[in-house]
Antibody, heavy 120, light 110 residues
Framework: QVQLVQSGAEVKKPGASVKVSCKAS????????ISWVRQAPGQGLEWMGW????????RHAQNFQGRVTMTTDTSTTTAYMELRGLTSDDTAVYYC?????????????WGQGTLVTVSS | QSALTQPASVSGSPGQSITFSCTGT?????????VSWYQQHPGKPPKLVIY???KRPSGVSDRFSGSRSGNTASLTLSGLQAEDEADYYC??????????FGGGTRLTVL
């Protein structure tokens, strides 16, 4: 069965960077893209960007241009999201999500989420 | 990219039908047949319940249905049950390789 297992919770200081991993299994890793979506405490979902493990094509939300880097490692079927220049506003649960069969516009499978806390 | 507009909360009694609205613009909801809906229970990741405006993924209850009129998409949940109490989010393709979510609607089952 399709599984996305994310790395554990992180605590970072303002100005630091964080790198979250998402280990995929149960499907052909290069056949589906991975999106990153975050959710601040008590808030809604925010799409951050998308990467294709097939050819490393990426799409970024305007809010995160220049501050987020998404990568994949096909040898370990793992996707990564690095966010730089952290502020308290970046405190959130970060999810990875796999494309649905219908395309990248829908997310059929989600990781369990990684809580990133930014605090001095 | 502005978030899609959803009412903050709705409520209904068991057995009733509830409709969630999601208002965008002619640059997203109104142009593309690429609206998805997600259900999220507290502390859990979202679950896809509708994609491409009206389609239901395999395994999702047929109590969920989707539609669109102009710049507003809607999710209807019929035969309300206690387990349906959750947050519901819409999401649309917004052109230029972008996706945008709504702010979410909290459903309370009375």
């Amino acid at each position: 069965q399709v599984q996305l297992v994310q790395s554990g919770a992180e605590v970072k200081k303002p100005g630091a960077s964080v790198k979250v991993s998402c280990k995929a299994s149960g499907y052909s890793f290069t056949s589906y893209g991975i999106s990153w979506v975050r959710q601040a405490p008590g808030q809604g979902l925010e799409w951050m960007g998308w990467i294709s493990p097939y050819n490393d094509d990426t799409r970024h939300a305007q809010n995160f241009q220049g501050r987020v880097t998404m990568t994949t490692d096909t040898s370990t079927t793992t996707a990564y999201m690095e966010l730089r220049g952290l502020t308290s506003d970046d405190t959130a649960v970060y999810y990875c999500a796999r494309d649905a069969d219908s395309g990248w516009y829908s997310k059929a499978y989600w990781g369990q989420g990684t809580l990133v806390t930014v605090s001095s | 990219q502005s978030a899609l507009t959803q009412p903050a909360s709705v409520s209904g009694s068991p057995g009733q039908s509830i409709t969630f609205s999601c208002t965008g613009t002619s640059s997203d909801v109104g142009t593309y047949d690429l609206v998805s809906w997600y259900q999220q229970h507290p502390g859990k990741p979202p679950k896809l319940v509708i994609y491409e405006v009206t389609k239901r993924p395999s395994g999702v209850s047929d109590r969920f249905s989707g539609s669109r009129s102009g710049n507003t998409a809607s999710l209807t949940l019929s035969g309300l049950q206690a387990e349906d109490e959750a947050d519901y989010y819409c999401c649309s393709y917004a052109g230029s390789r972008n996706l945008v979510f709504g702010g979410g609607t909290r459903l309370t089952v009375l």
